[in-house]
């Protein structure tokens, strides 16, 4: 095996004896990567190889994305695709990204313009918020809106660019003030509507637990609604809104239930772990802006579209892993569709749908799941769709990068998708890594037909390492001997106690590169046995762990993967902005 680059996540660990962990990712020799800028010459691809047999990201899975992929970012930041729409005509695609807006050519997959906050001397500073972008035309302008927000200064817009075929400017920001407990108002998830030969637009406010109506002509709010906790996604249909909210409904002062504080405000929370126990969606009148009722779904619900003839509405469930469908008529849930990969169904967590798009059709359903570095293509059956015909059906995953946040799909049935982590930190600045530089990364793939799918899912089987699963299902047998790492769950340890001791913010290599023993890189050691001797006589006193990885790149990512053994769609969509706290 290859010298491997330990160099991109923080999170090191001791556990009886030092085991640095870290993680490595890898640029897949069949894609075609576009960058702009000197970038490429400054990127780490070592590791790579032609079989993919190296290609290790967070959560101990592997990347191997189908169709063609962009990368781009300034070298110097942690760049994250968030979320991307077609514009008008389908000639461009529009990316979200942490530090402004990507805007793609959709045919040949190139860079065309960037739009920086940092370039604005009104936003810079800004960043956008989790995700949330629409465009529309009025004949004439094509005009792109999505939130950003700013914590140094506290405050938050809902921005309009205008894009005029080769360039993109920020026209305004209307501007949300924080309310209640909220630290910023985080204007996130955006509907626009044709109402009465007017214009208006609709967006959830995530800190201010809101929902607002924005008359377009003179940027002037129509009304505000009070939300769950939380709100996170909205779609438009049968004259109502509905609205997702993360942490569910707001607590009644005489439910005994148990909550607990979040930055803005107290959530109803599961008391074995402490999470949000409740998943809801608000529905309200689209004219007057009065709820009609709550509707409890998955946990962390988050994104919300409505099928083409508005009579469902799709929620995707982050913490549940699976897919609520409400049905417009009666505003109950019809159905809940599972997205969990083939064998594990009934047995593990942690897939994380968090995006959705429809095709023309309305019968096919595609779901990011984030966990699994791919999109889940669902068959709609006659419960979840007017055109659905029998029972919903999982017909099978494509492969992506790692943690696709954002879906778009062209009437030529091709798909893109924003992938939040990308390929991991892999930049290089003045020879050294960082786990906070990474490039954003979105990916164009074609619709599969039904056995290029099926190859699409094996690959992404075997990315996520599926055996692994399948032998964690297994029981414990009797009469046998204990081992340090047993071979089933319940079967005994010699080991009897472990000290567990985190130490972040450095990585193998740059601690340990140096030790001959290891498969480490002795160029990027710079803490080495003169510097850091206790390190080094745990190691070679106990055990040198070379090859043990950490689930997550930072200390909020890091440290919830060490205590939980996993990291919530909040956890991700917050990567880089932190608007409210890990």
């Known amino acids: 095996m290859s010298?491997?680059?330990?160099?991109?996540f923080t999170c090191c660990s001791l556990v009886l004896f030092l085991v640095a962990i870290s993680c490595h990712t890898a640029r897949i020799s069949r894609t075609t990567l576009l960058t702009?800028?000197?970038?490429?010459?400054?990127?780490?691809?070592?590791?790579?190889?032609?079989?993919?047999?190296?290609?290790?990201?967070?959560?101990?899975?592997?990347?191997?994305?189908?169709?063609?992929?962009?990368?781009?970012?300034n070298k110097s930041q942690e760049n994250h695709s968030l979320d991307c729409v077609l514009l008008p005509g389908e000639k461009i695609l529009a990316v979200e990204d942490r530090y402004g807006l990507a805007f793609i050519d959709a045919a040949s997959f190139q860079m065309v313009f960037h739009l920086d906050y940092a370039a604005n001397a009104a936003y810079r500073g800004f960043i956008s918020t989790y995700s949330g972008i629409k465009a529309m035309t009025?004949?004439?302008?094509?005009?792109?809106?999505?939130?950003?927000?700013?914590?140094?200064?506290?405050?938050?817009?809902?921005?309009?660019?205008?894009?005029?075929?080769?360039?993109?400017?920020?026209?305004?920001?209307?501007?949300f003030d924080a309310a209640g407990l909220s630290v910023l108002a985080l204007p996130n998830d955006i509907a626009i509507s044709r109402e009465k030969n007017e214009d208006f637009l609709y967006t959830v406010l995530n800190g201010n637990n809101q929902l607002v109506k924005i008359r377009l002509s003179d940027k002037k709010i129509v009304w505000k609604a009070v939300t769950g906790m939380s709100p996170f996604g909205l779609a438009l249909a049968a004259g109502k809104v509905y609205v997702s909210n993360w942490a569910g409904p707001v607590p009644d002062s005489n439910d005994a239930r148990e909550t607990a504080g979040i930055p803005y405000g107290k959530v109803y929370?599961?008391?074995?772990?402490?999470?949000?126990?409740?998943?809801?969606?608000?529905?309200f009148d689209q004219e007057t802006g009065k709820r009609h009722k709550e509707v409890a779904v998955g946990l962390h619900p988050n994104d919300v579209i409505a099928s083409p003839d508005q009579r469902f509405v799709y929620v995707a469930n982050g913490n549940s892993d699976n897919i609520s469908v409400i049905n417009t008529t009666s505003d109950k849930v019809a159905d809940s569709i599972p997205v969990r990969l083939a064998g594990i169904e009934h047995a593990f967590i942690g897939h994380s749908p968090n995006a959705l798009i429809l095709d023309s059709t309305g019968r096919t359903?595609?779901?990011?799941?984030?966990?699994?570095?791919?999109?889940?293509?669902?068959?709609?059956?006659?419960?979840?769709?007017?055109?659905?015909?029998?029972?919903?059906?999982?017909?099978?995953?494509?492969p992506t990068e790692a943690y696709p946040s954002g879906l778009a799909l062209s009437s030529k049935n091709m798909l893109y998708i924003a992938n939040l982590e990308g390929e991991g930190a892999?930049?290089?600045?003045?020879?050294?890594?960082?786990?906070?530089?990474?490039?954003?990364?979105?990916?164009?793939?074609?619709?599969?037909?039904?056995?290029?799918?099926?190859?699409?899912?094996?690959?992404?089987?075997?990315?996520?390492?599926?055996?692994?699963?399948?032998?964690?299902?297994r029981?414990?047998?009797?009469?046998?001997?204990?081992?340090?790492?047993?071979?089933?769950?319940?079967?005994?340890?010699?080991?009897?106690?472990?000290?567990?001791i985190i130490k972040e913010n450095r990585t193998y290599d740059q601690l340990l590169g140096d030790?001959?023993?290891?498969?480490?890189?002795?160029?990027?050691?710079?803490?080495?046995?003169?510097?850091?001797?206790?390190?080094?006589?745990?190691?070679?006193?106990?055990?040198?762990?070379?090859?043990?990885?950490?689930?997550?790149?930072?200390?909020?990512?890091?440290?919830?993967?060490?205590?939980?053994?996993?990291?919530?769609?909040?956890?991700?969509?917050?990567?880089?902005?932190?608007?409210?706290?890990?």
């Open 365 to 398: 359903l595609f779901v990011a799941n984030g966990m699994d570095n791919a999109v889940a293509v669902i068959r709609l059956g006659k419960l979840t769709s007017s055109f659905g015909v029998g029972k919903d059906k999982l017909s099978g995953f494509i």
């Open 269 to 283: 929370i599961d008391p074995r772990t402490g999470a949000t126990s409740m998943g809801t969606v608000n529905i």
């Open 138 to 175: 009025d004949g004439k302008n094509i005009r792109i809106f999505w939130g950003a927000s700013n914590t140094g200064s506290k405050k938050s817009f809902l921005l309009e660019a205008s894009w005029d075929g080769a360039k993109a400017s920020i026209n305004y920001g209307i501007p």
């Open 36 to 73: 702009s800028g000197d970038y490429h010459s400054s990127y780490d691809d070592t590791t790579l190889t032609p079989d993919n047999s190296n290609i290790l990201m967070p959560y101990n899975r592997f990347i191997d994305p189908a169709g063609t992929v962009i990368r781009w970012g």
């Open 475 to 500: 029981l414990p047998r009797k009469n046998i001997s204990p081992k340090p790492v047993p071979e089933r769950i319940g079967e005994p340890s010699s080991i009897k106690h472990v000290v567990y």
């Open 515 to 582: 030790m001959p023993e290891g498969n480490g890189s002795k160029a990027l050691c710079i803490y080495g046995d003169s510097v850091t001797p206790n390190h080094h006589k745990l190691a070679r006193e106990f055990m040198l762990m070379d090859n043990y990885y950490a689930s997550g790149k930072s200390s909020a990512e890091g440290h919830q993967w060490t205590d939980a053994a996993i990291v919530t769609d909040y956890v991700e969509k917050n990567v880089q902005a932190w608007f409210n706290s890990y």
């Open 426 to 473: 892999r930049v290089a600045l003045n020879g050294t890594y960082n786990s906070h530089r990474q490039e954003a990364t979105a990916s164009a793939v074609p619709v599969p037909a039904p056995a290029e799918l099926s190859a699409y899912t094996s690959r992404v089987e075997r990315a996520n390492m599926l055996f692994r699963a399948k032998l964690a299902n």
């Open 3 to 8: 010298t491997i680059n330990k160099s991109i």
